[in-house]
Protein backbone atom coordinates (compact mmCIF):
# COMPACT_ATOMS: atom_id res chain seq x y z
CA UNK A 1 0.00 0.00 0.00
CA UNK A 2 1.23 3.22 -1.21
CA UNK A 3 0.55 5.18 1.88
CA UNK A 4 2.43 3.10 3.96
CA UNK A 5 5.59 3.43 2.38
CA UNK A 6 7.03 7.09 3.37
CA UNK A 7 5.92 9.69 5.99
CA UNK A 8 4.61 11.91 3.41
CA UNK A 9 2.42 9.65 2.25
CA UNK A 10 0.97 8.75 5.72
CA UNK A 11 0.87 12.25 6.65
CA UNK A 12 -1.53 13.15 3.08
CA UNK A 13 -3.74 9.98 3.15
CA UNK A 14 -4.59 10.82 6.64
CA UNK A 15 -5.79 14.14 5.70
CA UNK A 16 -7.59 12.99 2.99
CA UNK A 17 -9.49 10.72 5.28
CA UNK A 18 -10.05 12.71 7.92
CA UNK A 19 -11.63 15.60 5.85
CA UNK A 20 -13.52 12.32 4.05
CA UNK A 21 -14.90 11.02 7.38
CA UNK A 22 -15.52 14.28 8.76
CA UNK A 23 -18.01 15.26 5.90
CA UNK A 24 -19.41 12.27 5.88
CA UNK A 25 -20.26 12.13 9.62
CA UNK A 26 -21.74 15.56 9.45
CA UNK A 27 -23.75 14.13 6.55
CA UNK A 28 -25.53 11.19 8.72
CA UNK A 29 -25.84 13.95 11.44
CA UNK A 30 -29.43 13.14 12.87
CA UNK A 31 -29.89 17.02 13.11
CA UNK A 32 -29.90 17.72 9.71
CA UNK A 33 -33.32 19.09 8.20
CA UNK A 34 -34.52 16.49 6.38
CA UNK A 35 -36.59 17.20 3.10
CA UNK A 36 -39.73 15.50 2.86
CA UNK A 37 -41.84 14.63 -0.30
CA UNK A 38 -44.70 12.52 -0.98
CA UNK A 39 -47.69 11.95 -3.01
CA UNK A 40 -51.06 10.82 -1.18
CA UNK A 41 -54.21 10.57 -3.41
CA UNK A 42 -54.15 13.60 -5.99
CA UNK A 43 -52.20 15.63 -3.11
CA UNK A 44 -47.93 16.73 -3.49
CA UNK A 45 -46.69 17.33 0.12
CA UNK A 46 -43.75 18.96 0.72
CA UNK A 47 -42.10 19.59 3.84
CA UNK A 48 -38.65 20.41 5.45
CA UNK A 49 -38.39 19.59 9.22
CA UNK A 50 -37.19 21.83 11.63
CA UNK A 51 -34.39 20.06 14.06
CA UNK A 52 -33.26 23.05 16.17
CA UNK A 53 -34.60 25.89 18.03
CA UNK A 54 -31.93 28.62 19.21
CA UNK A 55 -33.04 30.59 23.05
CA UNK A 56 -36.09 33.06 23.22
CA UNK A 57 -36.24 32.15 19.21
CA UNK A 58 -39.54 30.67 17.72
CA UNK A 59 -38.65 28.29 14.72
CA UNK A 60 -41.84 28.52 11.60
CA UNK A 61 -42.83 24.93 10.74
CA UNK A 62 -43.65 25.19 7.14
CA UNK A 63 -45.26 22.72 4.43
CA UNK A 64 -45.88 23.19 0.49
CA UNK A 65 -49.42 21.79 -0.71
CA UNK A 66 -49.73 21.26 -4.57
CA UNK A 67 -52.81 19.09 -6.79
CA UNK A 68 -55.20 20.36 -4.77
CA UNK A 69 -57.63 23.22 -4.17
CA UNK A 70 -55.56 24.29 -0.44
CA UNK A 71 -57.96 27.01 0.36
CA UNK A 72 -60.40 24.00 0.67
CA UNK A 73 -58.34 21.96 3.40
CA UNK A 74 -57.17 23.00 7.10
CA UNK A 75 -53.59 22.58 8.33
CA UNK A 76 -52.90 21.31 11.95
CA UNK A 77 -49.75 21.55 13.93
CA UNK A 78 -49.92 19.23 16.54
CA UNK A 79 -46.75 19.42 19.22
CA UNK A 80 -45.91 18.29 22.88
CA UNK A 81 -42.65 19.02 25.06
CA UNK A 82 -41.60 15.72 25.90
CA UNK A 83 -43.37 14.46 28.90
CA UNK A 84 -46.01 17.11 28.02
CA UNK A 85 -49.55 17.19 26.87
CA UNK A 86 -49.53 16.87 22.73
CA UNK A 87 -51.28 21.02 22.18
CA UNK A 88 -52.81 21.55 18.48
CA UNK A 89 -52.79 24.92 16.46
CA UNK A 90 -54.31 25.68 13.56
CA UNK A 91 -51.37 26.33 10.68
CA UNK A 92 -52.39 29.77 8.67
CA UNK A 93 -52.88 29.43 5.13
CA UNK A 94 -50.78 32.37 2.76
CA UNK A 95 -51.38 31.67 -0.60
CA UNK A 96 -50.08 29.29 -3.12
CA UNK A 97 -50.41 25.96 -1.43
CA UNK A 98 -48.15 26.95 1.87
CA UNK A 99 -49.30 26.40 4.71
CA UNK A 100 -47.00 27.62 8.34
CA UNK A 101 -47.41 27.77 11.92
CA UNK A 102 -44.67 29.03 14.99
CA UNK A 103 -43.22 26.61 17.21
CA UNK A 104 -43.69 27.98 21.19
CA UNK A 105 -40.51 29.01 22.67
CA UNK A 106 -38.94 26.37 25.38
CA UNK A 107 -35.52 26.53 27.67
CA UNK A 108 -32.44 25.48 26.77
CA UNK A 109 -32.43 21.39 27.22
CA UNK A 110 -36.25 20.87 25.66
CA UNK A 111 -36.94 18.52 23.63
CA UNK A 112 -40.04 18.85 21.59
CA UNK A 113 -41.85 16.54 18.90
CA UNK A 114 -44.60 17.77 16.29
CA UNK A 115 -46.39 16.31 13.47
CA UNK A 116 -48.78 17.70 11.08
CA UNK A 117 -52.56 16.57 9.63
CA UNK A 118 -54.01 17.82 6.61
CA UNK A 119 -57.86 17.54 6.40
CA UNK A 120 -60.65 18.51 4.19
CA UNK A 121 -64.78 18.59 5.28
CA UNK A 122 -64.70 14.88 5.25
CA UNK A 123 -61.27 13.45 6.44
CA UNK A 124 -57.69 13.86 6.97
CA UNK A 125 -56.24 13.90 3.84
CA UNK A 126 -52.04 13.30 4.86
CA UNK A 127 -50.09 12.81 7.76
CA UNK A 128 -47.16 13.84 8.38
CA UNK A 129 -44.47 11.77 9.27
CA UNK A 130 -46.46 9.37 7.65
CA UNK A 131 -45.02 5.90 9.53
CA UNK A 132 -46.65 6.61 12.91
CA UNK A 133 -43.73 8.08 14.51
CA UNK A 134 -44.76 10.52 17.59
CA UNK A 135 -43.62 13.33 15.68
CA UNK A 136 -39.95 14.97 14.27
CA UNK A 137 -37.80 16.27 17.01
CA UNK A 138 -36.31 19.36 18.04
CA UNK A 139 -33.99 20.46 20.33
CA UNK A 140 -34.28 23.70 21.69
CA UNK A 141 -29.99 24.61 22.06
CA UNK A 142 -27.82 27.66 23.63
CA UNK A 143 -25.40 29.08 22.01
CA UNK A 144 -21.81 27.36 22.40
CA UNK A 145 -18.67 29.79 23.21
CA UNK A 146 -16.58 29.65 20.03
CA UNK A 147 -13.71 29.86 22.58
CA UNK A 148 -15.24 26.19 23.60
CA UNK A 149 -16.46 25.45 20.15
CA UNK A 150 -13.41 26.04 18.15
CA UNK A 151 -10.68 24.36 20.38
CA UNK A 152 -13.33 21.27 20.79
CA UNK A 153 -13.83 20.88 16.85
CA UNK A 154 -9.72 21.15 15.91
CA UNK A 155 -8.62 18.80 18.53
CA UNK A 156 -11.41 16.04 17.12
CA UNK A 157 -10.44 16.53 13.78
CA UNK A 158 -6.76 16.29 15.04
CA UNK A 159 -7.51 13.05 17.47
CA UNK A 160 -9.02 11.33 14.30
CA UNK A 161 -6.20 12.64 12.30
CA UNK A 162 -3.35 11.26 14.45
CA UNK A 163 -5.67 7.78 14.97
CA UNK A 164 -5.45 7.43 10.97
CA UNK A 165 -1.41 8.02 11.37
CA UNK A 166 -1.68 5.51 14.38
CA UNK A 167 -3.35 2.87 11.84
CA UNK A 168 -0.98 3.35 9.56
CA UNK A 169 1.71 2.49 11.84
CA UNK A 170 -0.26 -0.58 13.35
CA UNK A 171 -0.72 -2.00 9.96
CA UNK A 172 3.03 -1.45 9.64
CA UNK A 173 3.67 -3.32 12.78
CA UNK A 174 1.18 -5.87 11.75
CA UNK A 175 3.54 -6.17 8.43
CA UNK A 176 6.76 -6.71 10.70
CA UNK A 177 8.15 -3.67 10.74
CA UNK A 178 10.04 -1.91 14.09
CA UNK A 179 7.72 0.94 14.26
CA UNK A 180 6.71 -0.06 18.32
CA UNK A 181 7.56 2.81 19.66
CA UNK A 182 6.29 5.51 16.97
CA UNK A 183 2.95 3.99 17.06
CA UNK A 184 2.96 4.04 21.05
CA UNK A 185 3.99 7.51 20.74
CA UNK A 186 1.05 8.41 18.17
CA UNK A 187 -1.25 6.24 20.33
CA UNK A 188 -0.17 8.72 23.18
CA UNK A 189 -1.45 11.46 21.41
CA UNK A 190 -4.93 10.25 20.29
CA UNK A 191 -6.13 9.66 23.35
CA UNK A 192 -4.43 12.58 25.03
CA UNK A 193 -6.42 14.65 21.97
CA UNK A 194 -10.02 12.56 21.70
CA UNK A 195 -9.82 12.72 25.73
CA UNK A 196 -9.30 16.61 25.90
CA UNK A 197 -11.38 17.35 23.12
CA UNK A 198 -14.36 14.66 23.35
CA UNK A 199 -14.60 14.33 26.84
CA UNK A 200 -13.28 17.26 29.23
CA UNK A 201 -14.25 19.98 26.83
CA UNK A 202 -17.18 18.12 25.42
CA UNK A 203 -18.54 18.10 29.03
CA UNK A 204 -18.67 22.31 28.59
CA UNK A 205 -20.22 21.56 24.67
CA UNK A 206 -23.02 19.74 26.37
CA UNK A 207 -23.79 22.02 28.85
CA UNK A 208 -24.04 25.08 27.12
CA UNK A 209 -26.00 23.09 23.93
CA UNK A 210 -28.12 21.34 26.56
CA UNK A 211 -28.02 22.84 30.11
CA UNK A 212 -26.96 19.70 31.67
CA UNK A 213 -23.84 17.47 32.28
CA UNK A 214 -22.14 14.50 30.04
CA UNK A 215 -24.79 12.28 29.29
CA UNK A 216 -22.42 8.85 28.27
CA UNK A 217 -23.60 5.53 30.16
CA UNK A 218 -23.77 5.68 32.71
CA UNK A 219 -25.00 8.94 34.13
CA UNK A 220 -26.98 9.05 31.01
CA UNK A 221 -28.06 7.61 26.90
CA UNK A 222 -26.54 10.15 25.19
CA UNK A 223 -25.40 8.18 21.88
CA UNK A 224 -22.72 10.65 21.19
CA UNK A 225 -21.34 11.03 24.56
CA UNK A 226 -21.42 7.11 25.14
CA UNK A 227 -19.75 6.23 21.41
CA UNK A 228 -16.99 9.14 22.66
CA UNK A 229 -16.32 7.17 26.32
CA UNK A 230 -16.07 3.45 23.89
CA UNK A 231 -13.39 4.45 21.55
CA UNK A 232 -11.62 6.63 24.20
CA UNK A 233 -11.85 3.88 26.23
CA UNK A 234 -10.31 1.46 23.47
CA UNK A 235 -7.15 3.62 23.04
CA UNK A 236 -6.31 3.94 27.04
CA UNK A 237 -6.45 0.21 27.03
CA UNK A 238 -3.89 -0.22 24.38
CA UNK A 239 -1.85 3.09 25.59
CA UNK A 240 -1.65 1.22 28.83
CA UNK A 241 -0.28 -2.28 26.77
CA UNK A 242 2.28 -0.19 24.95
CA UNK A 243 3.09 2.08 27.62
CA UNK A 244 6.82 0.60 28.05
CA UNK A 245 6.99 0.90 24.09
CA UNK A 246 7.03 5.05 24.81
CA UNK A 247 9.99 4.51 27.27
CA UNK A 248 12.25 2.30 24.60
CA UNK A 249 11.57 -0.82 27.32
CA UNK A 250 9.79 -4.18 26.21
CA UNK A 251 6.24 -4.18 26.16
CA UNK A 252 4.10 -6.99 28.53
CA UNK A 253 2.64 -8.13 25.05
CA UNK A 254 3.91 -9.00 21.46
CA UNK A 255 4.68 -6.45 18.63
CA UNK A 256 1.83 -8.53 16.67
CA UNK A 257 -0.61 -8.68 19.86
CA UNK A 258 -0.21 -4.42 19.83
CA UNK A 259 -0.19 -4.11 16.05
CA UNK A 260 -3.71 -5.84 16.33
CA UNK A 261 -4.66 -3.74 18.91
CA UNK A 262 -3.98 -0.41 17.33
CA UNK A 263 -6.01 -1.57 14.49
CA UNK A 264 -8.78 -2.58 17.11
CA UNK A 265 -9.48 0.47 18.55
CA UNK A 266 -9.02 2.25 15.57
CA UNK A 267 -11.85 0.27 14.09
CA UNK A 268 -14.14 1.49 17.22
CA UNK A 269 -12.80 4.72 16.51
CA UNK A 270 -14.04 4.66 13.09
CA UNK A 271 -17.22 3.30 13.82
CA UNK A 272 -18.07 5.97 16.25
CA UNK A 273 -17.49 8.33 13.66
CA UNK A 274 -20.12 7.08 11.10
CA UNK A 275 -22.57 6.15 14.43
CA UNK A 276 -25.30 9.53 13.68
CA UNK A 277 -24.23 12.11 16.00
CA UNK A 278 -27.04 13.10 18.30
CA UNK A 279 -25.94 16.60 19.09
Request: proline share 3%; aromatic share 14%; with cysteine.
Amino acid sequence: MIFLKTPFFRIVSALLLTVLLSGISKKLSTRNPKDIRFKQGDIIVEHTTVTEVKPDLMATVRLKLTGYDSANINGFLYYNFLGGEERKIAMEYSGDGYFSAILPRGHIGDRLFYRIELTDERSVLAKIPQNGRKGFLVKYKGNISPYVLIPHIILIFASLFIAFLTFFYGVKILKGDDCVKQAAVLVLLTFLFSLIGGILIGVEVTRQTFNEGWGGYPIGRDVTDTKTEIFVFFWLVTLIFGWNALRGKQMIISDKTFGILIVASFSINLLAFLIPHSL
